[in-house]
């Protein structure tokens, strides 16, 4: 058997998000192990009929029911002693290292590469003792073979995950965790013979890693772990993809690896076809090109895509077609979608129409263009479409980006907006906030699901929002809070919410992606130029502003985090639809200052998102990133405070472009990194507002008031207490309220006795 036509992996939530249901009612003790399980496997199931009737030649076993990189350190043995001491069962000692217990904090978390998908960082010492304790992958292997589908098991690759593995406590400052590369690769090892016996033929060990800058030392090691594995006697044929950008300096290691199959990413990483011809190494391999997009929803050319595929024969045994990447970054199918505009709708294609794209270039590569005749001019009829289509264009937007200038990205100096800003909000030392939203409860949600069915009259749905934001502001009096926030009961996402007010922008109603663990979201499509015909957030700040005297934040999404977390338009770069949508915010903090909101957050969490993996791109990209936020901003008086929000990734890349933000008051993630970002902030010089979040809101633990306590004070180590913020590390919007009013109010009394120890 040989790969023939395949994808790297699959959404495994559900089309219709079924197993984020059963998951949150497992962890709520709605169900049992064995009902959630029931549900996993039902997903499984239909994940691996549909792949297989859509014609693919191999079916890759990429279910999770959290994460990837967590499902491989519990596969091999990578469990912190804390959790094992917790005395649970497998999954639910799984469930503690994701999510956190009372007792027990979680794992960080942080971005996977330059996507919206969060992965769990693996703690990694010398004290870890890998080995081979679970064995899901054989378990759903066989499992598929008893519908009559062959799979292809994967997993993250030995090197990626150490590289993605953060160092433990207990390890030493210099120690590094590929140090442990050769004992996790005989652990990897003991599961390729397992796997070959149980009938496995191909096994997929993913290493996203390659298509980053990579050091000799690292490819040394990369070439020494897949020797080791190519030289096992008794193992299934080894496929190694590496995706998210060109392979640059690591072909040849990849290439000359003792594996039977490689794949490349053709479509971020274009550059890579014309390196292949030349890789001799190839010859005696299969070739899995990645001609189809597996991050974004726009339609194959197929054409283009034939044609890059063609270019290859010949350099490879053979030459096997794919998905750029796994297809866990986008919708399942866009079938489900009855309302989106038929025209767009037209341009677009998720994970089941990918698949079948996949199919249509390997039937035209092996049996002719003849053969899928229909198919290709159907497609191709859809691109020029988009291309030529009059909507994506917008001559005033256009004119105005083209006028803008260097002042239009600059505000005046921190110092001097900083004496106004005391002046205008009086606030105390150590001053408490949140991030924005509060939990969403079921009539809130209810209520927005009737206005959208049109089961209750606009006027209805107004009184209801403002009577819950009279509620979460009367709250936020009770606990104390120092600079509220209306709670966001309006909001469905907070980037989809504003993409419903901005031209140039389409909705889905089912375009359900997973973010992390059972946390999804609904990217909206930009695909035209983009402005905002009317305002977006005023009514509900103003209204908020009403029910009290303390200042409440008017709060916005970023431009770099509107384009991050949509499906962007790929017909011009980034820079300019940045410009636009900066443009486009930058009128709605204008009307907020107008409205008396004297405080605005405009939340930019994807900043290092999309930080480009190789470090040649970045300065061109962050230029562009940091001119469309400041662009946002700039034309705010010295009086209102800017604030704006990261969270969940690695800071350290991006924190020269944090302090050019020009903020006067950064939130950050901090509390599952125990504020290391603080010292990266004080090594450039940060000489702003700063909050560093003090407990983790994606778990379910209630952080007590001392746990808080230290954490400020390991704030208040590295920065002034006349700098420090204190709110949590995001936004409340999944959480209860059994689990924020008693988290809250332990911050904010944590808060009061530090204050008083610095008095």
């Not at 092996?366 to 053969?371: L, W």
């Amino acid at each position: 058997m040989t790969i023939g036509s395949t994808v790297l992996g699959y959404p495994r939530i559900g089309p219709r998000r079924e197993l984020k249901r059963a998951l949150e009612s497992y962890w709520a003790d709605r169900s049992s192990e064995s009902e959630l399980r029931e549900v996993a496997k039902t997903l499984r199931t239909d994940s691996l009929r549909e792949l297989r009737d859509a014609g693919l030649n191999t079916i890759p076993g990429s279910f999770s029911y959290y994460d990837q990189v967590l499902d491989a350190a519990v596969v091999f043995g990578a469990v912190p002693q804390r959790y094992r001491d917790l005395g649970l069962n497998p999954l639910d000692t799984y469930f503690a290292m994701a999510r956190g217990v009372a007792s027990t904090a979680p794992w960080e978390m942080t971005k996977w590469f330059d996507t919206n998908y969060h992965y769990l960082v693996p703690e990694i010492g010398p004290e870890t003792s890998f080995a081979l304790t679970d064995r899901t992958p054989l378990e759903h292997y066989r499992e598929a073979a008893e519908l009559g589908v062959t799979t292809r098991p994967v997993l993250v690759g030995p090197v990626t995950f150490l590289l993605l593995s953060k160092a433990s406590e207990q390890a030493g400052e210099r120690f590094r965790p590929l140090e442990r590369l050769d004992d996790l690769v005989t652990e990897y090892a003991t599961l390729l013979g397992e796997l070959h016996r149980a009938g496995v033929e191909w096994v997929q060990l993913d290493e996203p890693a390659l298509s980053a800058d990579r050091t000799q030392t690292e490819l040394e090691q990369f070439r020494a772990a897949y020797r080791k594995l190519g030289a096992l006697t008794e193992r299934p044929k080894i496929f190694v993809p590496t995706y998210f950008g060109p392979v640059g300096e690591a072909l040849s290691a990849l290439a000359s690896a003792p594996v039977e199959g490689v794949g490349v990413d053709l479509v971020a990483g274009q550059s890579t076809a014309d390196s292949l011809a030349t890789a001799t190494e190839l010859r005696d391999k299969t070739l899995v090109a990645g001609v189809v997009d597996g991050r974004n929803v726009w339609r194959t050319d197929l054409d283009a895509a034939l044609g890059t595929a063609a270019t290859l024969l010949g350099s490879a045994a053979e030459v096997a077609v794919s998905t750029s990447c796994s297809l866990l970054h986008v919708p399942y199918d866009l079938e489900l979608e009855t309302s989106l505009d038929p025209q767009v709708a037209s341009w677009l294609a998720f994970a089941k129409q990918k698949v079948a794209e996949v199919v249509t270039v390997e039937t035209a590569l092996r049996d002719g263009r003849e053969a899928v005749s229909a198919e290709l001019d159907h497609a191709r009829k859809a691109v020029e479409d988009r291309k030529n289509s009059p909507r994506l264009r917008d001559d005033t937007v256009r004119s105005r980006t083209g006028s803008l200038t260097e002042s239009d990205v600059r505000r005046s100096a921190y110092e001097t907006r900083r004496t106004a800003q005391q002046n205008a909000l009086k606030l105390p030392v150590l001053p408490t906030t949140t991030i924005g939203s509060f939990p969403q409860t079921s009539e809130v949600r209810k209520a927005r699901a009737a206005l959208r069915n049109g089961t209750i009259a606009a006027a209805d749905y107004r009184q209801r929002m403002l009577d819950e934001i009279e509620r979460v502001i009367t709250l936020q009096e009770d606990l104390g809070l120092d600079v509220l926030v209306h709670g966001e009961p309006e909001r469905n996402d907070m980037v989809q919410y504003f993409s419903e007010y901005l031209a140039g922008f389409a909705s889905t109603d089912n375009g359900w992606v997973q973010s992390y663990g059972s946390r999804c979201v609904r990217p909206p499509i930009l695909f035209g130029d983009v402005s905002r015909p009317n305002s977006m957030t005023v009514e509900w700040a103003r209204a908020a502003q009403k029910f009290t005297a303390k200042p409440v934040k008017g709060m916005l999404t970023g431009p770099v985090t509107i384009l991050a977390w949509s499906f962007v338009r790929d017909d011009q770069p980034l820079a300019d639809t940045a410009a636009q949508v900066g443009l486009a915010i930058r009128d709605e903090v204008s009307d907020l200052e107008s409205a008396g909101i004297g405080v605005v957050q405009v939340d930019e969490p994807a900043l290092r998102e999309l930080l480009p993996l190789r470090a040649s791109q970045r300065p061109e990209y962050l230029k562009w990133a940091v001119d469309s936020f400041r662009l946002s901003t700039a034309g705010a008086s010295d009086a209102t405070q800017i604030h704006t929000h990261l969270c969940y990734s690695e800071f350290g890349d991006v924190i020269d472009a944090i302090v050019s933000l020009d903020a006067d008051v950064t939130s950050i993630e901090a509390a599952r990194s125990r504020m290391e970002v603080l010292d990266d902030l004080n090594a450039v010089g940060f000489g702003r507002g700063v909050g560093p979040g003090v407990y983790d809101i994606h778990s379910p633990r209630v952080p007590e008031i001392d746990e808080v306590q230290r954490l400020l004070r390991d704030a208040l180590a590295s920065v002034p207490a006349d700098r420090i913020w204190v709110n949590p590390d995001c936004g409340l919007k999944t959480r209860g309220y059994a689990e924020v009013e008693p988290a809250l109010r332990h911050m904010v009394e944590a808060t009061k006795q530090v204050r008083k120890s610095l008095e």
